[in-house]
C-alpha cells in the first residue's frame, strides 16, 4: 500500500467516525457529568477506539479467514455498507438508536461511545479491509501510528466538545457531518467499483 492509499484510508476512518458530527450525541450523554468525569470519559474514550482500531487491524482479517469468506466479497459489502453509513449522515438519519438514555449514569465510556459511536462495523471493517492491503511492517507500523491520531482527535474533540458546538452552532456542526457523508459516499462508491472488476472481470 502506498502513501496515498493510506492517507485515503485514514480521511475515511475520519469521515466514518465523524468525532465533530458526534458531538451533539456525547453532550446528550453526559449532561450530568462533571468536569471530572468529562476528562475520564474523553480519555478512556480516546484509548479504547485505539485499542479496538488495533485489534480489529491485527487480527480481522485472520476471523474472515476463518469463516472462509472471501476478501474481495467482504470488502464489497464494506463498501455497500459505507454508503448506507453515508446515506444515513447526508439525511441525518444517524439517530439516537444508537445508545439508550436509561443507561446515562453508567461508564459510557466503552459502550455507546466508543463502540458502536465512534467505532462501529463500519470503522471496523475499514482496517480489516486496511490490513489485508498492506504487507510490509513499515505500512503496518504506519496504520497503527493513524489510529493514534485517531484516538487524539477523539480525545481532543470530546474535552472540546462544549467549546466546537457553542463555535459552530449545531446548524454548522449539522453541515460538517453531512460533508463527511458526502466524502464518504464518493470514497465508498470507489470501492465498489474496483471490487466489482475483481469479482466480475466482464465489467472492466
Not at 504506519?142 to 457553542?166: C, H, P, Q, V
Request: glycine residues 6%; hydrophobic residues 50%.
Amino acid at each position: 500500500m502506498d502513501v496515498t492509499e493510506l492517507i485515503k484510508t485514514f480521511v475515511i476512518l475520519v469521515a466514518v467516525i465523524d468525532p465533530i458530527g458526534n458531538i451533539p450525541v456525547y453532550i446528550s450523554l453526559t449532561a450530568q457529568k462533571t468536569d471530572a468525569e468529562h476528562k475520564s470519559i474523553a480519555l478512556k474514550t480516546s484509548c479504547t477506539a485505539i485499542l479496538l482500531l488495533a485489534a480489529s487491524f491485527l487480527l480481522g482479517k485472520h476471523i474472515i479467514a476463518f469463516f472462509g469468506i472471501e476478501m474481495s466479497a467482504f470488502k464489497l459489502i464494506g463498501g455497500l455498507f459505507l454508503v448506507y453509513i453515508s446515506f444515513t449522515m447526508l439525511s441525518n438519519t444517524k439517530s439516537s438508536y444508537l445508545f439508550s438514555e436509561d443507561n446515562v449514569e453508567e461508564d459510557i465510556s466503552l459502550m455507546p461511545l466508543t463502540f458502536p459511536l465512534f467505532i462501529g462495523p463500519a470503522a471496523i471493517s475499514i482496517v480489516i479491509i486496511q490490513s489485508d492491503e498492506i504487507s510490509n511492517w513499515t505500512g503496518k507500523i504506519i496504520s497503527l501510528f493513524e489510529f493514534a491520531l485517531i484516538g487524539l482527535l477523539i480525545w481532543s474533540t470530546l474535552r472540546l466538545s462544549k467549546l466546537i458546538l457553542n463555535s459552530l452552532s449545531k446548524t454548522g456542526t449539522k453541515f460538517i457531518h453531512q460533508i463527511m457523508g458526502l466524502l464518504l459516499g464518493s470514497l465508498a462508491i470507489g470501492m465498489i467499483a474496483e471490487e466489482l472488476k475483481i469479482l466480475l472481470p466482464g465489467l472492466s
